[in-house]
């Protein structure tokens, strides 16, 4: 899936300013939502002591950058810092078209499915 950014990622200074904004998004495999788990993982201090928790919306930030395979001249995964240098409204749109896919994807599975249940008409 291709899409164009309203505002793009600028990357650069002065003269030599780029700014890249056709987003090539990718299904995500086992690997990334593994990846992102760990990675939205953190040890925290509590009066039972040390636990690990996983923060939600850093989960959905880690999968999300993960989907971008190619950003202008840019490679995927984006990193935090390119993604925090998107304006609200190119998020805004890299998350719906995100969820386009995800659709998409779902909708694909679910037509490779089963007609009729397991056993069932035996």
Do not use: C, W
């Amino acid at each position: 899936m291709t899409f164009e950014l309203k505002d793009g990622l600028r990357i650069g200074e002065g003269d030599t300013v780029e700014i890249h904004r056709t987003v090539k998004l990718r299904q995500l495999g086992a690997g990334d939502v593994i990846d992102a788990m760990q990675a939205s993982e953190r040890v925290i201090p509590t009066p039972d002591g040390y636990q690990m928790v996983q923060s939600p919306s850093l989960m959905g930030l880690e999968l999300l950058r993960r989907q971008v395979k190619k950003l202008g001249a840019i490679n995927g995964p984006l990193s935090f810092t390119d993604l925090a240098k998107l304006s609200s409204r190119d998020l805004k749109k890299l998350q719906d078209e995100v969820e386009k896919l995800d659709a998409a994807v779902a909708k694909e599975l679910e037509a490779r499915g089963r007609v009729q249940p397991a056993g069932a008409g035996a």
